[in-house]
T-cell receptor, first 113, second 111 residues
Framework: QQPVQSPQAVILREGEDAVINCSSS?????VHWYRQKHGEAPVFLMI?????EQKGHDKISASFNEKKQQSSLYLTASQLSYSGTYFC??????????????FGQGTILTVHP | NAGVTQTPKFQVLKTGQSMTLQCAQD?????MSWYRQDPGMGLRLIHY???????DQGEVPNGYNVSRSTTEDFPLRLLSAAPSQTSVYFC??????????FGPGTRLTVL
């Protein structure tokens, strides 16, 4: 079952913040976040494992709520380079992650000057 | 390191033709996957492998075959192309299913 991302699209001005959510109806082992620019391959942002802590680098961070089976991606002080489509990928395998990911439908983020 | 490479970059087929999409990685990753991406659908897993000689089906395996004889290579075969297989195909590799590295993609059109 495909995880559900919200919102489907968001438009920001440089410097504004955004939150992208990823929800699953099944118990999650891990959540991956990727960004894809038009015509390019997806690029890894971060992974959150069950029982792990909130992750982040630079002005992008994420959390994983195991009770709600939900992950959120936080983008603060957005830059033009943040524009793209953000995907969450969920892994339902227990124990060892097999990387058998089910991806959400994507959230289109547009940052204007 | 070249990372993950895919060939060809573009391909046009006629209905019923067969072909193989090539994927290779030089990072010694055990795990490799094939995804297809259609507009508004995100990425859907076709087949994946956790090591040489071991493959398994993903979400949308019908019409595709894979084999993995070496760690480096993971080709995807279209048996009899159909217009519904028009898509962008991405190959990815990872160490134990963690950070996935994607290839540049193959844009396939079936007429």
């Amino acid at each position: 079952q495909q995880p559900v991302q919200s919102p489907q699209a968001v438009i920001l001005r440089e410097g504004e913040d955004a939150v992208i959510n990823c929800s699953s109806s099944k118990a999650l082992y891990s959540v991956h976040w990727y960004r894809q620019k038009h015509g390019e391959a997806p690029v890894f942002l971060m992974i959150l494992l069950k029982g792990g802590e909130q992750k982040g680098h630079d002005k992008i961070s994420a959390s994983f709520n195991e009770k709600k089976q939900q992950s959120s991606l936080y983008l603060t002080a957005s830059q033009l380079s943040y524009s793209g489509t953000y995907f969450c990928g969920t892994d339902y395998a227990g124990g060892t992650s097999y990387g058998k990911l089910t991806f959400g439908q994507g959230t289109i983020l547009t940052v204007h000057p | 390191n070249a990372g993950v490479t895919q060939t060809p970059k573009f391909q046009v087929l006629k209905t019923g033709q067969s072909m193989t999409l090539q994927c290779a990685q030089d990072m010694n990753h055990e795990y490799m996957s094939w995804y297809r991406q259609d507009p508004g659908m995100g990425l859907r897993l076709i087949h994946y492998s956790v090591g040489a000689g071991i493959t398994d089906q993903g979400e949308v395996p019908n019409g595709y075959n894979v084999s993995r004889s070496t760690t480096e290579d993971f080709p995807l075969r279209l048996l009899s192309a159909a217009p519904s297989q028009t898509s962008v195909y991405f190959c990815a590799s990872s160490h134990r299913g963690l950070e996935q590295f994607f290839g540049p993609g193959t844009r396939l059109t079936v007429l």
